[in-house]
């Protein structure tokens, strides 16, 4: 029998929403607001769950300290206080809406945790918009 | 991959839980206070859960700007500030249970939304009583 | 040195806002869809902050218990899964707006609560929507 | 179509992770501060989700009553204001981790449930720390 | 008796805390990631208290529908999905820390708010940092 | 003007409730299952608010960096993951009531803290019970 673990964690970014290929005016129209050249922000909220056998000797999935820990090392230090587009280089060229925030730390998390445990990732961008990868 | 994006919306409601076959003692012992005939209300909490490929050019899965004005032209308007069981054709004769309440609002925009995204709809009728349905 | 201690509760009724001194006209002007004559709902949430000296035996400003049974008899029963108008003494006339409900909440707990505690009830209509009241 | 329905909960309890094979350097390497000898404690959040057909003389999957009065008696008088480990014989020899007493609810309310009802138990040791466990 | 009441409202916007009469190092070790030049973002939750007698033709101290509208018209057009720092007259030359963003939203909505009520203004910044001012 | 400005933290800890003066039927029946000899326990929500002028070189009240800072040393240090009538100093002869706790924490607080700002503490001991103390 599996059991699924989460890690709650928050990071504090600003992002612009656009497409590069698009003029100014089809950018407003698809990206709103959120295509401010300025830049706009968020606080996101993320979960990470990891799946998988309970270890009988510890009674855990997976150690929720060292789970707190990789997504310090490889989330927050990474996209914390951050501009998403000019900071980072996940998204120098690729759009960073949640949902490609969402499979980019999906994919990050998950070439550092053991592939014996599924992964799913949930961001919220704010309290009504949420989104969810599970490499599926 | 799929990922799946969430809109949260809200709509604050009467309702009177019920059985027309059934005497009153019947319905009191089934439904108790929620059988009251004056009716009691609640703030109901919607997630529209929509599950599909991200748009290469948009970065999106679902333009949630559309999906909030979705939910607000054909939940909101329908159920919001409403009588369920008299002002609503949906609950004339199905009981507004929190369970038909949610089948009722995933039939509603399943029928607006394209085939090709999943789509999953969560009601939170008191913090402590949800429903989920996604149409399996 | 005083503390505030406080209690939470919750309820779960229907309510329409009007003045019969008013034309529909004028009361849909003023309370919009709030005006609806079949009724909508609301969960209410109740906070009851009293405030007083720590009592040096027992460590409590007020046995939350007893304070958490007070609301239960007097607040919860009176009005939970009720029609506010047509199931209450207290809204037969009086307009159950957030303010009256909440400044007839403070009464009725007031009457029975020793006076030498100070008492503050806090009611949310809705996530966004509350109300106070400290009897000053 | 199944319909998902939950019912929350809460309980408040004490606890000590540790593993009596391993001496007390290897119990403070693995469980850190959760190794405390007197013990630290939680406020417990437990969501019961049971899944299955809408009754249609209902319009329910199962009453939402008899699920809180379910887990009040089986979950709640059992853990509710107790040391896991002291007071409980699920805990006596079993490390009451979150996965651990995630698991251990999930087969008492397994036991009690219709098996034409699926089951799934989340809890939330913290508001960052989340198991869950739908029994495959 | 006085009674209060609350709106509350969301808006998302990026900042850069910074004085510029101080180098950057003098910046970072007061601001510290606060101070990144490319900017980070935040979504700022709103509560607007207002104050005062209960009007007895309304039963409302202020209709919150209007609150809402002004909370929207004054707050939200100015601030949500913008730069705080390029994007507005009011933090152009003025610090937006937290404390600087409530004092400025409570000076405006003061100039428009009946001064026969009293004003309270509460920003969330995250979920753990928060301010408010009441103009005393 | 004064800006009040807060900062969240969290702590988890065992305690159990009783006057060593009086009899075991006495102590059950005031304190309940609070008064479990094996002792029972919560996760503590703390909010801190310091109250005082805008600093116009920094824009802040206090550095919210090293208001957290002093909390995690002052008070998350002394009190997480512990047995609070075990485990420490100030609940050795002193009842661990939230009101008791909450009155500790702004004594302790008080005295690292600058004169020139106010303090109040808010202790939520779950999410129904919250208690307030100001100093006054």
Redesign the interface.
């Given at each position: 029998?599996?059991?699924?673990?989460?890690?709650?964690?928050?990071f504090?970014?600003?992002?612009r929403?656009y497409?590069p290929?698009w003029d100014m005016a089809k950018n407003d129209a698809?990206f709103?607001?959120?295509n401010?050249p300025?830049?706009?922000?968020?606080?996101y909220t993320l979960?990470v769950?990891v799946k998988g056998d309970?270890n009988p000797?510890?009674?855990?999935?997976i150690?929720?300290?060292l789970l707190k820990n990789l997504i310090k090392d490889e989330i927050e230090e990474r996209f914390?206080?951050?501009?998403l587009n000019?900071?980072t280089e996940e998204f120098k060229t690729?759009?960073?809406?949640?949902?490609?925030i969402?499979?980019t730390i999906w994919e990050i998390l998950r070439s550092k945790i053991d592939t014996a445990l599924e992964l799913r990732v949930r961001l919220y961008e704010?309290?009504?918009?949420?989104?969810?990868?599970d490499?599926?």
């Open positions: 029998m599996k059991i699924s673990v989460c890690r709650k964690a928050h504090n970014a600003a992002h929403l497409n290929d698809v709103g607001k959120c401010n300025n830049f706009h922000g968020h606080n979960e769950w309970i000797e510890t009674g855990m999935v150690d929720l300290k914390d206080h951050k501009n000019l900071d690729l759009n960073p809406t949640a949902e490609n969402c499979l704010t309290e009504r918009n949420v989104v969810e990868c490499g599926k």
